[in-house]
């Protein structure tokens, strides 16, 4: 899969960091260890609690701006995402999906990601490390079953 493959996920879906996941996952193909119960209710209730993510971000943006720039570069984004891969026990994604993750969420494409842009890509991170495809599928054709058939063309 090419890095321009990823990105394009990534547009395809407009910002919604669900469906883009769910997409990267299929492309990727990755086998992706399943998270305990407890961390995916833990990032579930991060990414529904804009205090506490916006809480969470600044404390990750801070501990590894190393150069204390600022700005995340790209290194310093490699070692955030694997010390939270590490942590949670996930398999850490590939470099181009990381990649696309970084220049997607990098809006003025200097290379670095800006506090506002961390919480972009912090938020995209979260949802495609824990949240798999089949879920999104599972409320999306319950969705559908509930509605019921459409009837003369409504």
């Known amino acids: 899969m090419s890095s321009e493959r990823v990105a394009q996920a990534l547009r395809d879906h407009q910002g919604h960091a669900g469906y883009a996941a769910s997409e990267l996952r299929e492309l990727a193909d990755a086998s992706v260890k399943e998270p305990d119960f407890d961390d995916k209710d833990y990032v579930e209730t991060l990414l529904t609690s804009p205090i506490m993510f916006k809480h969470v971000c600044q404390e990750h943006f801070e501990k590894f701006d190393e150069n204390e720039n600022g700005m995340l570069e790209w290194e310093e984004i490699v ?15 590939s470099d181009e999906i990381l990649r696309a993750f970084f220049n997607n ?5 200097d ?3 800006s506090e506002p842009e961390f919480r972009k890509f912090f ?12 879920q999104l599928r ?3 054709d319950s969705s559908k079953s509930k509605r019921g058939p459409k009837v003369g063309g409504c």
């Not at 949670?88 to 994604?93: A, H, I």
């Not at 938020?123 to 089949?134: C, G, Q």
Request: aromatic letters at 14%; charged letters at 20%.
């Open 123 to 134: 938020e995209s991170f979260l949802r495609h490390a824990f949240f798999e495809t089949d």
């Open 138 to 140: 599972k409320i999306v």
């Open 105 to 109: 969420s990098d809006e003025n494409q």
């Open 111 to 113: 290379g670095s990601l």
């Open 79 to 93: 070692a955030l995402t694997g010390s939270l891969y590490s942590s949670f026990g996930l398999k850490q994604p």
